[in-house]
C-alpha cells in the first residue's frame, strides 16, 4: 500500500553533516505522519523525530533536539532528516516510518507500533 526507500546514508566524523532521505509511494494521500527511527547494534529501535504530512508540525527526541531537521517535500513524496554536529552515538541504522492514523498528543508518534510501514533503513556511521 505504501513503499518507503531511505537513502543517505554513510561514514562521516563526529561534528560532521549528513542528510538522510526517504522516498514514499503508493498510497501516499493516506499518510498522516512520517517519522525516523533508529537502532544501533544489541539496542531498541529509538524514535527520532516526525513530520506531519498536511499541517508540517515537526517533533524530535530530546537526544537529537537542536542538531536534527526533519522536512518534507509534498511535491516529490518525500521527508529528509538534516543531521547536524553528528556523535559517535548517533550512529546507528536509521528507519523511515509511515502512519495512517492520527493521535492527539505527541507522545504515540514515538512508539514504533504507532506506524503502519517501513523502510529498509540506511546505515549512519560516525567516526570519532
Known sequence: QVQLVESGGGLVQAGG????SCAASGR????????????APGKEREFV????????STYYADSV?????I????????VYLQ?????????????CA????SYMTNYYYTQ???YDYWGQGTQVTVSS
Do not use: C, H
Not at 533536539?65 to 531537521?69: A, D, E, L, N, Y
Open 17 to 20: 553533516s549528513l542528510r538522510l
Open 28 to 39: 501516499t494521500f493516506s499518510i498522516n505522519a512520517m517519522g525516523w527511527f533508529r537502532q
Open 49 to 56: 523525530a516526525r513530520i506531519n504530512w498536511s499541517g508540517g
Open 65 to 69: 533536539k537542536g542538531r536534527f531537521t
Open 71 to 78: 522536512s518534507r517535500d509534498n511535491a516529490k513524496n518525500t
Open 83 to 95: 543531521m547536524n554536529s553528528l556523535k559517535p552515538e548517533d550512529t546507528a541504522v536509521y528507519y
Open 98 to 101: 509511515a502512519t495512517f492514523r
Open 112 to 114: 514504533r507500533e504507532k
